[in-house]
């Protein structure tokens, strides 16, 4: 159990990784090395897998988010709650079997650290995503679906993302 | 021909929702790579236009494997609707249809209704609320909370972060408020 890495992100030992010391990133890389050009394209052959997912069950869609912030149907807290289940398990199997990653190295999560910010802007997050029928992820399927007006919404949230950055330390956190 | 009718109409929740879980040790055992989707946006300001700012100022060349894998999943958008689509309209609860029809929407055919994600409305009141104030909440409101649903509620749930918790039931009721306060206010005034 304790040879799993529990490190913060950011300050982790490798110096490249200039990022603040306070900074919950999430989608953070905790490999050694750094990825080659070629070697992001397995990332993209996962996103491509995940996004027809999203797409086949409905997870793009208005509607469905409009459904389960109503409680109207059982889908989407299904979807997430069974993607929880499984994570959790493979999490805990790569921990128990001290699974490596395919290049040999520990596998590492970075700890998140509690600050205000997750209760305010994850309450404006649930106004966003009530609005748009959408969290980032399924903006990026949406575009690619066709829907080319999300396009304004995935430039809004980068500038709503960019706002954010720049009033940071005037907000409470 | 049989696997492709299957693929093709809509993917039960037990299906996708275990996909979407391994997508935690995938990305885990390819690269030591956390899933989390909304840092992407702030990749994209930091490459390009960080204005100095310091919290773009990191190398984010270093974390563009997300940017592959967000690319991914537009163009899993696109296989998914235009060679896997579903021929029928989306079903979706009676009460929902008809709360959302009695609130003005009236195209039900889609993923998305028309009356306020279709391209003409981009320069209306609509798209003002629906694509730009929406999705100024949605970067905005992750970055403030740290992640957004793939970084809090499933790779931080599954990595049992108690912070993660609290985002994931900030997010439930910030939606919640929303749909039933705020939504109706919105869709009364712009439908």
């Not at chain 2, 029809?101 to 009356?115: E, N, Q, R, Y």
Request: hydrophobic share 50%; with cysteine; glycine share 12%.
């Amino acid at each position: 159990m304790e040879k799993i890495r529990n490190t913060s992100a950011g300050n982790a030992d490798n110096g490249n990784h200039a990022l603040l010391p306070d900074d919950s990133l999430d989608g953070a890389n905790q490999q050694r090395n750094s990825e080659t050009f070629a070697g992001n394209f397995k990332y993209l052959i996962v996103g491509l897998l995940f996004g027809i997912v999203f797409v086949k069950a409905e997870i793009v869609s208005w509607f469905r988010i409009q459904e389960m912030f109503r409680f109207d149907s059982f889908h989407m807290f299904g979807v997430i709650g069974s993607a929880v289940a499984v994570g959790l398990i493979s999490i805990w199997l790569i921990r128990k079997w001290k699974v490596t990653t395919i290049s040999g190295e520990e596998v590492s999560i970075a700890d998140k650290t509690f600050n205000k910010g997750q209760i305010y802007g994850g309450l404006l997050f649930g106004f966003g995503w009530a609005i748009t029928g959408a969290c980032p992820g399924p903006l990026y399927a949406q575009i690619g679906g066709g829907f080319l007006a999300v396009t304004v919404t995935l430039l809004s949230a980068i500038a709503g993302t960019w706002v954010y950055g720049w009033l940071r330390p005037r907000l409470p956190h | 021909m049989e696997i492709i009718e299957l693929l093709r109409k809509p993917w039960p929740w037990y299906v996708a929702g275990p996909l979407i879980g391994l997508t935690v040790p995938a990305l885990l055992l390819l690269g030591n790579k956390s899933f989390g989707i909304s840092s992407t946006l702030r990749h994209i300001c930091a490459a390009t236009v960080p204005a100095n700012i310091p919290f773009f100022k990191y190398d984010w060349k270093r974390e563009s494997w997300n940017l592959f894998f967000v690319a991914g999943i537009a163009l899993g958008g696109f296989v998914a609707t235009f060679l896997l689509s579903n021929p029928e309209p989306i079903v979706i609860a009676s009460s929902t249809k008809s709360d959302l029809a009695a609130l003005g929407i009236t195209d039900f055919s889609g993923l998305m209704p028309a009356d306020l994600f279709s391209v003409v409305n981009i320069l209306s009141l609509k798209g003002l609320i629906f694509l730009v104030f929406g999705g100024f909440l949605v970067g905005f409101g992750t970055r403030y909370a740290g992640g957004c649903t793939s970084g809090h509620a499933i790779m931080g749930l599954s990595s049992l972060q108690w912070p993660s918790l609290v985002a994931t039931v900030s997010f439930m009721i910030g939606g919640l408020i929303c749909t039933n306060f705020l939504l109706p206010v919105l869709l009364n005034w712009v439908v």
